[in-house]
């Protein structure tokens, strides 16, 4: 049940202070008045402290310095996350440290103020950008959220362990005495033992396991479980982990079952308990859990009612307030490995696929078969000799005349035709000893090289010979023909 708010007024005020002056006036008139002046002004003095106290409480309004500061590597959808808790669609990134608000509001007291939000670049070489958005002022008015993505889950923990590690350096730069700095963490841990389940409220047993932690706490004895808050900051904590959407296309692509997702759980989980951080798997894509984010930080932060339990079903809906966990409730993901243990090295179950990189490869041109490009040349030839000229077949390699030393290079008009064709066919033997014997088919070293152009136009020249002595025989045979 919510508490129930007073707004006094001056005149309310006043008509209450009139109304205490009535009481006492009677009670004198009665015979019940003190003896002594003094008790009078004692009681006017409880009675202004009591209009005090109601006024004070009735026109509180929400504070303007709280803040969060958002910290997360880069495409871990830091400003995206943002955006969807400002209610605002189309998110604009900016770089270094960016600073955004977020409206609250108060339904009940009918009250609004703005929470400052401070996002970090991914790059930690922007780390020193941090004594802006946290200092020794504003440090108990700051709430942390640490952002990673299921876009690349072999990196979640190792970019936890970084952040908070840059988070640590900053604070013990600050100029903060150790008490202060105690007393911050006494904060953090009686937060985190003052959790209630939403529905055991009046619930007896709570109540008296909540008295017993105040006793506790009085005498400086407030026990913790394994490993909670083994590395409390004094700040609060939350852990968000985005675009959960993505583990379908893990479970797609990479053959990720639940066996790896329940050991990214349970590490990130443990992580959580050493920070006495909260965690939330969000897709902004999807809409989970954001709107109940945004609740449970105005929960921190405000002290606004969060009655949502820890939601552990949905792979890709965890939801666990600070306080709820431990590794009790941790050890009931173990039952699902098989192939691997708990305490195995994150990223040696978790790991990162091959980069494939695209690499442009050039066209390949397949040569064609030497003997097969002069044979076809020859056939090209011959296809442009006229009828009555004899052509080599085609299913068998054309015959070339084979010629004897040094009188291939003259002779007659078959000679020229031979020295061209075996021009074409001969293929250097790679033997640079110019006397070396030829091997059988092949010409001999010692020839000196044969003038392509000249036994080319020769050849063209023997080709006319030959087609005009073929028309002259063929004149002379149609006379005696014909005389038979």
Not at 123 to 141: C, I, V
Not at 262 to 278: E, H, P, S, V
Not at 290 to 297: A, G, I, Q, R
Not at 439 to 464: H, M, W, Y
């Amino acid at each position: 049940m919510d508490p129930i708010h007073w707004t006094v007024g001056d005149e309310d005020r006043s008509r209450l202070s009139n109304m205490a002056h009535l009481v006492g006036d009677t009670m004198e008139m009665n015979g019940f008045s003190p003896k002594k002046k003094d008790d009078l002004e004692s009681k006017e003095n409880l009675w202004s402290a009591i209009l005090s106290e109601v006024q004070n409480t009735g026109n509180s309004k929400l504070p303007s310095n709280k803040s969060v500061l958002v910290l997360g590597d880069s495409e871990s959808g830091k400003t995206t996350l943002i955006a969807k808790l400002q209610g605002v669609e189309d998110p604009k990134k900016g770089s270094g440290l960016e600073y955004a608000y977020i409206d609250v509001r108060d339904e009940y007291r009918d009250d609004h103020t703005r929470l400052s939000v401070w996002v970090l670049d991914g790059d930690p070489a922007h780390g020193h950008l941090l004594r802006y958005a946290l200092s020794e002022e504003n440090f108990p008015n700051t709430l942390v959220m640490l952002v990673v993505a299921m876009t690349t889950p072999w990196g979640i923990l190792d970019q936890l362990q970084s952040w908070a590690t840059i988070l640590q350096d900053h604070i013990d730069k600050l100029k903060l005495s150790s008490d202060e700095l105690q007393e911050f963490k006494q904060t953090n841990m009686r937060k985190w033992l003052d959790y209630v389940e939403p529905g055991d409220e009046l619930d007896s047993s709570a109540a008296l396991r909540r008295t017993s932690r105040n006793m506790d706490d009085e005498l400086g004895e407030m026990p913790l479980g394994e490993g909670i808050l083994t590395r409390n900051l004094g700040l609060d904590v939350v852990v968000v982990v985005t675009k959960t959407d993505y583990m379908s296309t893990l479970e797609k692509d990479l053959d990720y079952r639940d066996e790896q997702l329940d050991f990214m759980q349970q590490w990130i989980r443990r992580f959580c308990l050493q920070y006495g951080a909260g965690l939330f798997y969000t897709s902004v894509k999807e809409d989970k859990n954001c709107d109940l984010l945004y609740k449970y930080l105005t929960h921190r932060i405000y002290g606004f009612p969060f009655r949502t339990p820890a939601l552990v079903v949905e792979k890709d809906a965890v939801l666990i307030p600070s306080g709820w966990d431990n590794m009790k409730k941790i050890s009931i993901l173990y039952e699902n490995m098989q192939s691997m243990k708990p305490d195995d090295y994150y990223r040696d179950i978790i790991t990162q696929p091959g980069t494939r990189k695209t690499i442009a490869r050039e066209v390949e041109v397949q040569a064609e078969d030497e003997q097969a490009f002069l044979t076809r040349q020859q056939q090209s030839l011959q296809a442009g000799v006229p009828a009555g000229v004899r052509q080599e077949s085609t299913m068998r390699p054309p015959t070339v005349p084979k010629i004897d030393g040094a009188k291939g290079a003259a002779g007659s008009g078959e000679g020229v035709l031979a020295n061209f064709f075996n021009s074409l066919l001969y293929k250097k033997t790679g033997n640079s000893n110019p006397t070396s014997p030829a091997r059988p088919g092949e010409q001999p070293n010692n020839i000196p090289p044969i003038d392509k152009v000249a036994v080319r136009s020769d050849a063209a020249a023997e080709l006319d010979r030959l087609t005009r002595n073929k028309k002259q025989s063929s004149l002379e045979q149609e006379p005696n023909s014909s005389e038979c």
